[in-house]
């Protein structure tokens, strides 16, 4: 009989944490289970262990900036303890920066795994392995297995709120310059075919999906299909990213409302023309548009979520309470707040040099949690001052209830953007408890700490949870 090898995944310490990834589930499913048996270690639940069992065919470690340090320091004590097992580094690090990470892994993988999968396994197999493998996005994504959620051994322990993460397109036909698509899923644009979703989506049953595709809105029609498979799946909701301007289509609301999705994250970075077109966002976002398609969106029961870049170009005192009172007039669900990053390695980061100065060359600061870079004109202390502002008026309890007083909603829907405001909240606060804004060294208390859910959240996510099962319900019974 055959005993299949050992291949042992780490996720590093990250933060924001308690997200379940997709990227290990799409790693996993790679991967024979005659042949291989995959043991994954999220050291944001738990300790690295200090005993492997062998036959062990790689280690392999997922790498973003902010765990560099870390991913460096594991690599070091694993090599030392098992010196003949091949290290290997995947995620947006190694993407960004291949020689870099080469320092440190004997071999990394660039962008998606499945398109090198079967020339990497080949190569592991007749121990001829090479540096780099880069995965290019010309792959069908037919070819994808589903993803194998069995690697994560204890799914309960992460956060709820957030949904269960699905995957049915990579790529975007957009151009926004600052944007990862280009380096992770560059150039083209693939969908899952409708029965490769409709197979994926049975595991979805009961659960509330978090659709993670970079823009889950090129197409109208793969929208309406594929809002039609989750309306079919049994999901109790589901949740998106898209280019506002997507959403100002009646067919396509319709669809979204019809099939349980609460809520769309659009990218309306700020409420300033000129910061727009420093982010290139001039196609995708009018802000003449936003509020009449934010209100169109609301009408048909989808509430909108937004990102807001901290230190983007012309940000002043007076852009923070300006967006503050657009997004609390608006009713917006929740903000995501994202220090401007330009990814080190690609060809906008070196152009962006001109246009401002990067604040550290440390790597592990280009993470959207701390101050990398300031346009010129822009001064550090107004976007840390007005982050810190910002932060405790929108996530305060009177504004979060205000917010969905802002936007058309039920009682039921209401208490679902109330519950969710309190879990998504959590990260900020904790952003204000650590005073990173102000003491970036802190946010290493973050980063390191366990994932533990407070009691707070517990209790938010169990009542939240009832909440979408209940419009669930309810949605089918009328
Ligand atoms: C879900 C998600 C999150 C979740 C969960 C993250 C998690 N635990 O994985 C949460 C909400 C926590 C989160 C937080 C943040 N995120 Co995020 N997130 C995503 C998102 C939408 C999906 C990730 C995913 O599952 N992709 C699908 C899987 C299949 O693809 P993948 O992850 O790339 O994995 C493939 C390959 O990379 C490779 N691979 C990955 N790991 C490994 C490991 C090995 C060993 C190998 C061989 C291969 C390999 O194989 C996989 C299969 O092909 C991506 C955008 C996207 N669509 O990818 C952004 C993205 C990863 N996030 C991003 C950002 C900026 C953030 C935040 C800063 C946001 C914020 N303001 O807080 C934080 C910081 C997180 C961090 N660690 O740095 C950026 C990353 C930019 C960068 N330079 O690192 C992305 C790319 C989006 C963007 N803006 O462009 N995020
Ligand atoms: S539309 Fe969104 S996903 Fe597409 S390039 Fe722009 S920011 Fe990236």
């Avoid at 290290?87 to 962008?111: F, R, T």
């Avoid at 970079?214 to 589901?238: D, P, R």
Wanted: glycine residues 6%; aromatic residues 12%; proline residues 3%.
């Amino acid at each position: 009989m055959l005993h299949p090898k050992h291949i042992y995944i780490f996720d590093l310490p990250t933060y924001p944490k308690g997200v379940v990834s997709l990227s290990i589930p799409a790693l996993a499913a790679c991967f024979d289970e005659a042949r291989y048996n995959i043991t994954f270690f999220d050291l944001n639940l738990v300790d690295v262990p200090n005993t492997f069992e062998g036959p062990i065919a790689f280690i392999g470690i997922k790498v973003s900036s902010q765990s560099f340090n870390y991913a460096i320091a594991l690599s070091k004590r694993l090599k030392l303890a098992l010196p003949n097992v091949p290290i290997m580094w995947g995620g947006e690090l190694p993407s960004l920066l291949p020689d870099e990470c080469l320092k440190h892994a004997d071999v990394v993988v660039q962008s998606m795994f499945e398109p090198v999968a079967d020339e990497f396994i080949a190569d592991l197999e007749n121990g001829t392995l090479k540096k780099i493998y880069t995965g290019s996005n010309a792959f069908a994504l037919a070819h994808n297995a589903a993803p194998n959620f069995d690697v994560i051994a204890d799914i309960d322990a992460y956060s709820s709120f957030m949904g269960l993460p699905l995957e049915t397109s990579r790529g975007c036909t957009e151009v926004c310059t600052f944007c990862m698509v280009h380096v992770m899923q560059k150039k083209h644009y693939n969908l899952k075919t409708q029965a490769q979703l409709r197979e994926e989506l049975k595991v979805y049953k009961g659960k509330f999906i978090n659709i993670i595709d970079y823009n889950f809105g090129v197409s109208a029609e793969h929208v309406i299909q594929t809002a039609q498979l989750i309306k079919e799946s049994g999901a109790t909701g589901y949740m998106a990213e898209t280019c506002i301007e997507m959403l100002d289509n009646d067919n396509v609301l319709a669809a979204l409302r019809d099939s349980g999705c609460t809520m769309i994250y659009c990218g309306l970075e700020a409420v300033d023309e000129q910061a727009l077109k420093s982010v290139h966002k001039m196609n995708t976002n009018h802000i003449e548009n936003y509020e009449r398609i934010i209100r169109k969106a609301q009408s048909y029961g989808v509430q909108i979520a937004s990102g807001f870049i901290l230190g983007i170009d012309g940000m002043k005192a007076d852009t923070f309470e300006n967006s503050l009172r657009f997004f609390e007039r608006m009713g917006i669900m929740y903000v995501k707040l994202t220090f401007i990053t330009y990814n080190p390695g690609t060809k906008v980061a070196k152009y962006m040099a001109k246009k401002g100065h990067y604040t550290t060359d440390d790597i592990t600061k280009y993470d959207g949690n701390h101050l990398s870079y300031l346009p010129h004109g822009v001064n550090s202390n107004v976007v840390t001052v007005g982050a810190d502002k910002f932060i405790r008026q929108f996530y305060s309890f009177p504004s979060i209830v205000k917010r969905s007083f802002n936007t058309r909603l039920s009682a039921m829907q209401r208490l679902e953007f109330i519950l969710f405001n309190v879990c998504y909240r959590q990260v900020y606060l904790d952003w204000l408890k650590q005073d990173i804004l102000n003491n970036s060294a802190n946010f290493r208390i973050l980063l390191e700490s366990k994932f533990i859910k407070s009691r707070v959240t517990v209790w938010a996510e169990n009542l939240l949870n009832w909440v979408r099962r209940k419009r669930y319900a309810n949605n089918i019974d009328g």
